[in-house]
């Protein structure tokens, strides 16, 4: 089996997740959660995708960077914007979280499971 895809997507993830959070103006007081999904989708990729483009240290990079960034807007367009007045605040904020809350359940569940299955049906 091929672990070395886990550093490889950790440090993809820390460059996709620093450079996502300098240019936001969104709130990211949740940014462990923000890198978690984005760290399990970049290696789940790494699992499930074919590996294509240029090989360094036996990793196909551009497979990573691409499910990184494709999650990375992903959980961006989910995220609520910035409310305006302080009484839309709380009405929208718990309806809002709990929906990536929910939402946030079911990805990390499915990706752990999408990590379980990629590497027990791995060839190597």
Known sequence: MNYSII????LITLFIVLIFSMFSRRPMRGLWVFFL??????WTGQLWI???GPVGWGIAWIPLFIVSL???FLIFALIPPIPISKKEEVNDEKGAAIAIGVFFWIIFIFLIVSIV???YRSPY
Do not use: M
């Open 7 to 10: 550093p490889a997507a950790f």
């Open 117 to 119: 299955v990629g590497y």
């Open 70 to 72: 494709f999650f990375s």
């Open 37 to 42: 999904i984005i760290f399990l989708a970049t």
């Open 50 to 52: 074919a590996p294509f």
